[in-house]
């Protein structure tokens, strides 16, 4: 399973980019698609996830400007980032939780390569 995050750059305050996350291979079902970030010297942290049937949780810090979207037909997870803030510069990472081909109810937790995202005032 590869999980392939684009999107990321630089921007100013106040500006938009959008996000994907396209996962391939062996996938029977993919049950959660988040974002994850991991600003400059600090932890990675939750961003926003989006489950199989369309339940969406964000973190606090981006409600309302951020939003979690996919496209089952094409397991690929979008993130919409509004109104961007300094505070947001970080490397994002897509996660993926899913079911693989012959495996039962056995799911596994995937990464995907992190994107940089960049937000100057």
């Known amino acids: 399973v590869q999980l392939q995050a684009s999107g990321g750059g630089s921007v100013q305050a106040g500006g938009s980019l959008r996000l994907s996350c396209a996962a391939s291979g062996n996938i029977f079902n993919i049950i959660d698609m988040a974002w994850y970030r991991q600003p400059p010297g600090k932890q990675r942290e939750f961003v926003a996830v989006i489950n199989d049937e369309g339940g969406i949780n964000y973190a606090a810090s981006v409600k309302g400007r951020f939003t979690i979207s996919r496209d089952n037909a094409k397991d690929t997870a979008y993130l919409q980032m509004n109104s961007l803030e300094p505070e947001d510069t970080a490397v994002y990472y897509c996660?993926?939780?899913?079911?693989?081909?012959?495996?039962?109810?056995?799911?596994?937790?995937?990464w995907g390569q992190g994107t940089l995202v960049t937000v100057s005032s």
């Open positions: 996660f993926a939780r899913l079911v693989l081909l012959g495996a039962g109810i056995q799911s596994g937790d995937y």
